[in-house]
């Protein structure tokens, strides 16, 4: 591997040689990277390598910014455009680079070198001849690298290295063969507007100090009010760190609706209370009854169907229940996308419920939000409207780079008069613009990262008509693993029928149990196949794709798709890998 003391043309490899040797694949890489960064890159070629040596150009034995290293920069302008004085990592430290005295020059090197890095990373995750991991077992890794964190600082060579390391053991998540969570790919802009969040690096609570961020947040908040279908969007919002803190707030907030007194004088001062989900639904909201005091014997697990959708009757029934032993129901929380099955319950039949009992209903939409962006697809949210409140997560099916989950509220200021602290000291009354803008007190949270504008500028790079083409295409792709799996040799599905989702559930049943009776024997076999065949994966590096067991079910395969770069080859290419790795099993 080239060190990355060699500036611009550090780019490790796959089989850890370097390019520092080969000015013509510099110039290539240089020229990628400038297509990554348009006008910026040109100016910051420029600004490091002096007009006169264009990495484009070709000419010489050796990288341009080699050779404009030699000359050395007199000029007092900052930033300067004279040839770029020779930057020896080995010898400089962070506190050489910016706000040090003299530091723009080594800052803009080393910054560079580290966009290079990220580039190089990039383009390979979309290689497919390239690994989704290079796996190593975690004492392996331990034992092979200096982890520890110790007094003295290292020099910048050694900080770029690190870089290069961790991404050479990271998973490519935006592999076209990764298929192991709900939120896969990497979008182009996606990744820009991060890098641009965390350049800006501010916080969400205040107008003041992020004007544009907090405006986009409003916006963006809005639209997706509009496309759930509440009238004229109308109604409050927040990005949260994810979907289970939403589905938090959602039970926090139902709870001060129906006991607002729940937050001076705590649970003490109100009655026993209950929630209701199915049994196919997220953790959270078990863990958000736990951590809000509500006690996770007080979520009450309703049955599903042999699709995994809630049985509304059996809901009906639980909420008699609770009433006749003086319990409080308080919410019902639908899932629009369960994490295994890709169900959707029955909206209408549960909203109709609530409606009936006076119970906020909140609908767990994480996975199956995305899904309100497709003309063709989003009835299956039909009812959504009628909730009170949803979780929606961009970061899964819309493929929003992590992490960028939305909670959103049909009653307008529920949310502030639920979580405000009037902190005088952040949030002053008497500032001169309109407070309603400070969000702040009206999330947990104090310090917020922007979430937003991933989302933001993705949707105006995409239009609501790019993200609907993605969906269409992941369930598409889902539909055709279904009709060539459910009626191949080796293969049974775990539960009849076209999957609503991307979620495609089956076994893959190796030669040596396909005459074997049905019997508990048979299942203690079948449980060991998919972890094999998934250890395999992993050892090779060549694909990834989750499994599980649940309720009466042993291990099954969960394929989900939702990286946009999938295609039908790498489905072939899933299918072949499995019955390659698990035919002797």
């Known amino acids: 591997m080239a060190s990355p003391g060699s ?113 190089q990373y990039v383009v390979k995750s979309f290689d497919r001849s390239t690994k989704v991991i290079d796996f190593h077992y975690p004492n392996e890794l331990l034992q092979e690298y200096n982890w520890e964190l110790a007094d003295q600082p290292q020099n910048l060579e050694e900080i770029l290295m690190h870089c290069q390391t961790t991404l050479k053991y990271a998973i490519k998540t935006g592999h076209p063969r990764y298929f192991n969570q709900l939120s896969t790919g990497l979008d182009m802009v996606g990744l820009a507007a991060d890098w641009l969040t965390s350049t800006a690096n501010t916080n969400m609570f205040t107008y003041e100090i992020a004007p544009v961020f907090v405006l986009l947040e409003y916006v963006t908040l809005k639209k997706m009010r509009e496309i759930i279908g509440w009238p004229g969007g109308s109604g409050d919002g927040i990005f949260s760190p994810g979907g289970a803190i939403s589905n938090m707030y959602a039970m926090m907030i139902a709870r001060f609706k129906m006991f607002p007194e729940v937050k001076e004088k705590g649970m003490a001062a109100v009655p026993r209370l209950i929630a209701f989900t199915s049994e196919h639904s997220h953790f959270s909201l078990k863990k958000g009854a736990a951590a809000l005091g509500i006690g996770t014997d007080s979520v009450i697990l309703i049955k599903c169907d042999e699709r995994g959708k809630m049985i509304p009757s059996d809901l009906e029934r639980r909420i008699l229940e609770a009433k006749q032993k003086g319990f409080v129901p308080f919410l019902v929380s639908a899932t629009a996308g ?82 405000q602290m009037h902190a005088s000291y952040l949030f002053q009354q008497d500032k001169h613009y309109d407070l309603s803008y400070d969000t702040g007190d009206k999330a947990l949270q104090c310090g917020r990262h922007v979430d937003v504008f991933k989302l933001w500028l993705m949707w105006r790079a995409k239009g609501t008509t790019g993200f609907e083409a993605h969906v269409d295409k992941c369930l598409e792709l889902a539909e055709y693993l279904y009709n060539i799996i459910k009626n191949r040799e080796g293969y049974e599905m775990v539960f009849d029928g076209k999957p609503q989702h991307t979620n495609v559930c089956f076994w893959y049943i190796p030669p040596s149990l396909r005459t074997l009776e049905d019997n508990e024997e048979r299942m203690s076999r079948l449980s060991k196949v998919a972890p094999v065949i998934k250890a395999r994966m992993m050892e090779y590096g060549t694909t990834m794709v989750s499994y599980q067991p649940l309720g009466d079910k042993v291990n099954f395969f969960r394929m989900v798709i939702s990286n946009p770069a999938a295609t039908h080859q790498d489905i072939d290419f899933l299918i072949e890998e499995i019955e390659r790795l698990g035919q002797d099993l």
């Open 7 to 119: 500036g611009f043309w550090s780019f490790g490899s796959e089989n850890g040689s370097g390019d520092s040797e080969n000015p013509g694949t510099a110039r290539a890489w240089c020229q990628v990277a400038q297509k990554f960064t348009g006008g910026i890159g040109n100016k910051l070629c420029a600004l490091l390598y002096g007009d006169a040596e264009k990495p484009a150009e070709s000419g010489g034995s050796q990288p341009p910014r080699v050779a404009a290293r030699k000359a050395a920069c007199a000029c007092d302008q900052k930033p300067c455009s004279c040839p770029k004085a020779d930057v020896n990592y080995g010898f400089l430290y962070a506190t050489d680079l910016l706000p040090a005295c003299d530091g723009e020059r080594p800052t803009l090197a080393f910054l560079q070198d580290v966009v290079n890095i990220l580039l």
């Open 338 to 419: 369960t994490t295994v099955y890709g169900a959707f319950d029955p909206l209408l039949a549960v909203a109709d419920i609530c409606k009936k009992y006076k119970i906020w209903m909140h609908v767990d939409a994480a996975w199956g939000g995305g899904l309100l962006m497709s003309r063709k697809h989003k009835w299956k949210l039909s009812g959504v409207e009628r909730a009170n409140s949803v979780t929606w997560n961009p970061h899964k099916m819309m493929g929003v780079p992590l992490q960028c989950s939305a909670l959103l509220v049909r009653e307008e200021g529920l949310m502030q008069n639920c979580n």
